[in-house]
Nanobody
Framework: QVQLVESGGGLVQPGGSLRLSCAASGSIFSIYNMGWYRQAQGKQQRELVTTITSGDRTNYLDTVKARFTISRNNAKTDNANNTVYLQMNSLKPEDTAVYYC?????????WGQGTQVTVSS
């Protein structure tokens, strides 16, 4: 089992920045990929924003490249957390959504509870 706890969402003006965090606990050494999805109000599907592998290879949605950066702190000891961060700069109103953290293990995916990001003046 893996538990994911997100933090860092909020209200920000266009052009501003936010940093999201997702702390994983439990069977963290089974995690390989981690990432962020988002779901805007009224949309049925979650959209892949970015992912990072255990080897720190990254992938980004085209509309967030050069504005968002994903990074990962891999746990080195049994009592440490495996944390993934999303630094979001130059935020736009269209970035408004609930952002969900994702962790991949060999047999399934785990999701966080989501954190709201609102970009508005």
């Amino acid at each position: 089992q893996v538990q994911l706890v997100e933090s860092g969402g909020g209200l920000v003006q266009p052009g501003g920045s936010l940093r999201l965090s997702c702390a994983a606990s439990g069977s963290i050494f089974s995690i390989y990929n981690m990432g962020w999805y988002r779901q805007a109000q009224g949309k049925q599907q979650r959209e892949l924003v970015t992912t990072i592998t255990s080897g720190d290879r990254t992938n980004y949605l085209d509309t967030v490249k050069a504005r968002f950066t994903i990074s990962r702190n891999n746990a080195k000891t049994d009592n440490a957390n495996n944390t993934v961060y999303l630094q979001m700069n130059s935020l736009k109103p269209e970035d408004t959504a609930v952002y969900y953290c994702l962790a991949d293990v060999p047999t399934q995916q785990y999701w966080g509870q989501g954190t709201q990001v609102t970009v508005s003046s």
